[in-house]
């Protein structure tokens, strides 16, 4: 079972970047899709970016040119940077590795928050 770890998240001013990261373990990089999801309070949860097991990248388009997901195979860890952050990007972030088989299971970190202040 593949298991999440995020951290980086914390209070930045509108217009501020923060880098979010997830620490995956019993991971094998080929059989999955790294994606970055958010839920905003009163809100359903929402993909924010995905990086395919290739190397594909997709964005929200709520965040397309702002933020960048990326992942360090060597470190296994999946980045999120975001830059000119909003206040409408105040969220908890979720890690969530998709298996390419529906033989294995999905798996959610525990979520990290961010918080965009005006």
């Known amino acids: 079972q593949v298991q999440l770890v995020e951290s980086g998240g914390g209070l930045v001013q509108a217009g501020g970047s923060l880098r979010l990261s997830c620490a995956a373990s019993?991971?094998?990089?080929?059989?999955?899709?790294m994606a970055w999801y958010r839920q905003a309070p009163g809100n359903q949860r929402e993909l924010v970016a995905k990086?395919?097991?290739?190397?594909?990248?997709m964005y929200a388009d709520s965040v397309k040119g702002r933020f960048t997901i990326s992942r360090d195979t060597a470190k296994n860890t999946v980045y999120l940077q975001m830059n000119s952050l909003k206040p409408e990007d105040t969220a908890v972030y979720f890690c969530r590795a998709e298996s390419t088989s529906p033989r294995r299971g999905n798996s959610w970190g525990q979520g990290t928050q961010v918080t965009g202040s005006s």
């Open positions: 990086i395919t097991n290739g190397g594909s990248t």
């Open positions: 019993g991971i094998i990089w080929s059989m999955y899709f």
